[in-house]
């Protein structure tokens, strides 16, 4: 369809912004979120003109977090808008957590006009140095390079590691006419490790495997796939291996399997630690080194399998199977000979049910992890759960019991604070016809509660649980241990059924766990529900 130019002349191109929108389309990008100013309104306008749903959001950081989370979740780019300046350097959080964890992302931000950027200084800041250290590419998009451009944007934030670019889009640019644009070429879900995997290097990790006595496995981000979960049950089970996962892969391990430990860098890590420290051999599968919190320190072996070489040295690896996630397991299992049981499943329940009880511990007044066990009752298996940061995030990651991959999400990498609501309304936006909460403290809610009445706009039903004990009690707690008194890390508390009233939701605060679980069972289907939860912040020390 012609478009009219800026001048009002009629252009028998499609104009930068649509051309744009549509190669978008053709990868399957669906949303684009945002929080516009006037140097991006055409850009909104083209996308719309291809197909594309502009959602606003109510912060920059927020249209970041729920296009991560979109990504993260289907494995198609996420795209999100904000204009130049402020708008900008607000989005700069949102992509720094897609860049950490691992999510592809095309961040579009406005720019002075052309012919203005290089004698303007009113809002002028060089973008793209800014997002260089953030992002695998940027570029700067005109008239005549805007349909290779958006394709290498498709192409590197798919390509292993997935990540970020940025796109610069000058004012003037969205609206001219695109030059000679060829074929819209389609991109699919990336896929992580193309070569096959090296039958040689696997046949070490085989022998490493045969004459283990103490194997442990840990699963992460990368193994988080469906066929990849069926070869790691398929491997835990055949030699009796007992598994642990990363919070980014919880769920590809049914956490209801007797085999199941635990998820590392959560509440009571140190313990599956010195699991670890007891073991000789770990299979490290698709386990990427930012989901490491802390050194590693083990002496067992360590089987590196995953999409690439383990060449961050977070560990040393005794023997590497690099390529797909779900070949390297079969072929390891197909090189391991008959399967020799290695762990006594009595010795695994020990373990099992002494961690579950030390994770859990019992107080007078209502604690996070029964507030979480009733939100697990309520929830169908398929629920999709996002969590934010702080004792909240430790307590989630290692109480809420997942059963599928990619049904739980969280800003693990970066760990940023906001991400939680964000991304949950993400993912209601990509998947209407499954329920979603999110578990939130009440410091990381007050940053981001405007984010609500998006929800009520785009009649998102989601489930907000607040953990409220009016503190951030995680870094409050470091002040306690180290005999520090407390200071900036308490804040008065919140009216949180006046605040969802002010929304139009249903607010309800709960004190116990009867109360929790009959506000679970009022949830809204097209609007959020607000479930404050006033805990006891004691149950997060375990001594």
Same mark, same amino acid.
């Given at each position: 369809?012609?478009?009219?130019?800026?001048?009002?002349?009629?252009?028998?191109?499609?104009?930068?912004?649509?051309?744009?929108?549509?190669?978008?389309?053709?990868?399957?990008?669906?949303?684009?979120?945002?929080?516009?100013?006037?140097?991006?309104?055409?850009?909104?306008?083209?996308?719309?003109?291809?197909?594309?749903?502009?959602?606003?959001?109510?912060?920059?950081?927020?249209? !970041?977090?729920?296009?991560?989370?979109?990504?993260?979740?289907?494995?198609?780019?996420?795209?999100?808008? !904000?204009?130049?300046?402020?708008?900008?350097?607000?989005?700069?959080? /949102?992509?720094?957590?897609?860049?950490?964890?691992?999510?592809?992302?095309?961040?579009?931000?406005?720019?002075?006009?052309?012919?203005?950027?290089?004698?303007?200084?009113?809002?002028?800041?060089?973008?793209?140095?800014?997002?260089?250290?953030?992002?695998?590419?940027?570029?700067?998009?005109?008239?005549?390079?805007?349909?290779?451009?958006?394709?290498?944007?498709?192409?590197?934030?798919?390509?292993?590691?997935?990540?970020?670019?940025?796109?610069?889009?000058?004012?003037?640019?969205?609206?001219?006419?695109?030059?000679?644009?060829?074929?819209?070429?389609?991109?699919?879900?990336?896929?992580?490790?193309?070569?096959?995997?090296?039958?040689?290097?696997?046949?070490?990790?085989?022998? %490493?495997?045969?004459?283990?006595?103490?194997?442990?496995?840990?699963?992460?981000?990368?193994?988080?796939?469906?066929?990849?979960?069926?070869?790691?049950?398929?491997?835990?089970?055949?030699?009796?291996?007992?598994?642990?996962?990363?919070?980014? !892969?919880?769920?590809?391990?049914?956490?209801?399997?007797?085999?199941?430990?635990?998820?590392?860098?959560?509440? /009571?890590?140190?313990?599956?630690?010195?699991?670890?420290?007891?073991?000789?051999?770990?299979?490290?599968?698709?386990?990427?080194?930012?989901?490491?919190?802390?050194?590693?320190?083990?002496?067992?072996?360590?089987?590196?399998?995953?999409?690439?070489?383990?060449?961050?040295?977070?560990?040393?690896?005794?023997?590497?199977?690099?390529?797909?996630?779900?070949?390297?397991?079969?072929?390891?299992?197909?090189?391991?000979?008959?399967?020799?049981?290695?762990?006594?499943?009595?010795?695994?329940?020990?373990?099992?049910?002494?961690?579950?009880?030390?994770?859990?511990?019992?107080?007078?007044?209502?604690?996070?992890?029964?507030? %979480?066990?009733?939100?697990?009752?309520?929830?169908?298996?398929?629920?999709?759960?996002?969590?934010?940061?702080?004792?909240?995030?430790?307590?989630?990651?290692?109480?809420?019991?997942?059963?599928?991959?990619?049904?739980?999400?969280?800003?693990?990498?970066?760990?940023?604070? /906001?991400?939680? %609501?964000?991304?949950?309304?993400?993912?209601?936006?990509?998947?209407?016809?499954?329920?979603?909460?999110?578990?939130?403290?009440?410091? /990381?809610?007050?940053?981001?509660?405007?984010?609500?009445?998006?929800?009520?706009?785009?009649?998102?039903?989601?489930?907000?649980?607040?953990?409220?004990?009016?503190?951030?009690?995680?870094?409050?707690?470091?002040?306690?241990?180290?005999?520090?008194?407390?200071?900036?890390?308490?804040?008065?508390?919140?009216?949180?059924?006046?605040?969802?009233?002010?929304?139009?939701?249903?607010?309800?605060?709960?004190?116990?766990?009867?109360?929790?679980?009959?506000?679970?069972?009022?949830?809204?289907?097209?609007?959020?529900?607000?479930?404050?939860?006033?805990?006891?912040?004691?149950?997060?020390?375990?001594?």
């Amino acid at each position: 369809m012609a478009a009219p130019s800026p001048s009002g002349l009629v252009l028998t191109e499609p104009t930068v912004a649509r051309l744009v929108g549509e190669r978008l389309r053709a990868a399957g990008v669906r949303y684009v979120t945002g929080h516009p100013g006037g140097e991006v309104v055409d850009l909104i306008e083209g996308f719309r003109q291809a197909g594309l749903e502009f959602v606003l959001t109510r912060h920059e950081t927020s249209a !970041a977090f729920m296009a991560e989370a979109m990504a993260s979740a289907s494995g198609v780019p996420g795209v999100c808008i !904000a204009t130049l300046g402020p708008g900008a350097t607000n989005l700069v959080t /949102g992509v720094a957590q897609a860049y950490l964890d691992r999510a592809p992302l095309i961040a579009f931000t406005g720019q002075l006009r052309a012919d203005r950027v290089e004698i303007t200084t009113h809002q002028k800041l060089d973008l793209r140095a800014l997002f260089a250290p953030i992002t695998k590419w940027q570029a700067r998009l005109t008239p005549s390079n805007a349909a290779d451009v958006i394709d290498r944007a498709l192409r590197e934030s798919l390509e292993p590691r997935c990540g970020p670019v940025h796109i610069e889009v000058p004012s003037d640019v969205p609206r001219l006419a695109a030059v000679a644009a060829s074929r819209v070429v389609s991109h699919g879900a990336g896929v992580l490790g193309g070569a096959s995997v090296d039958r040689i290097a696997a046949g070490r990790a085989a022998q %490493l495997l045969r004459e283990s006595r103490r194997p442990v496995i840990l699963a992460g981000m990368d193994a988080n796939e469906d066929d990849t979960a069926d070869a790691l049950r398929n491997l835990a089970e055949e030699w009796a291996i007992p598994v642990m996962v990363s919070p980014k !892969a919880k769920g590809v391990f049914r956490e209801d399997h007797p085999l199941f430990l635990g998820t590392i860098e959560m509440l /009571g890590t140190a313990r599956l630690y010195e699991y670890i420290d007891g073991s000789d051999l770990v299979l490290m599968i698709g386990f990427d080194p930012v989901e490491f919190d802390r050194d590693w320190a083990a002496a067992a072996s360590v089987i590196h399998l995953g999409p690439l070489p383990n060449d961050d040295r977070i560990y040393h690896s005794a023997a590497e199977i690099v390529g797909p996630v779900r070949e390297g397991i079969d072929v390891l299992r197909s090189l391991a000979g008959k399967p020799t049981p290695k762990r006594s499943p009595k010795d695994v329940r020990v373990f099992r049910e002494s961690f579950r009880a030390f994770v859990t511990p019992k107080r007078d007044r209502l604690t996070s992890q029964q507030v %979480l066990t009733e939100l697990r009752a309520a929830l169908p298996e398929d629920a999709l759960v996002t969590c934010d940061v702080g004792y909240n995030k430790a307590v989630t990651g290692q109480c809420l019991a997942m059963y599928q991959p990619k049904t739980f999400f969280m800003s693990n990498g970066l760990s940023s604070m /906001g991400y939680g %609501l964000a991304a949950a309304l993400g993912l209601k936006l990509l998947h209407r016809d499954r329920e979603v909460a999110c578990v939130l403290g009440d410091g /990381g809610f007050a940053m981001v509660m405007a984010e609500l009445e998006t929800a009520v706009r785009e009649k998102l039903g989601v489930t907000v649980i607040v953990l409220a004990d009016d503190a951030l009690s995680q870094i409050k707690a470091s002040q306690e241990r180290k005999g520090y008194p407390v200071i900036g890390t308490t804040f008065g508390g919140l009216d949180y059924v006046a605040l969802a009233q002010g929304f139009g939701i249903t607010g309800r605060e709960v004190r116990t766990v009867a109360e929790c679980r009959d506000a679970l069972r009022t949830r809204s289907t097209d609007r959020p529900t607000l479930i404050a939860a006033r805990v006891d912040p004691s149950a997060y020390d375990l001594g």
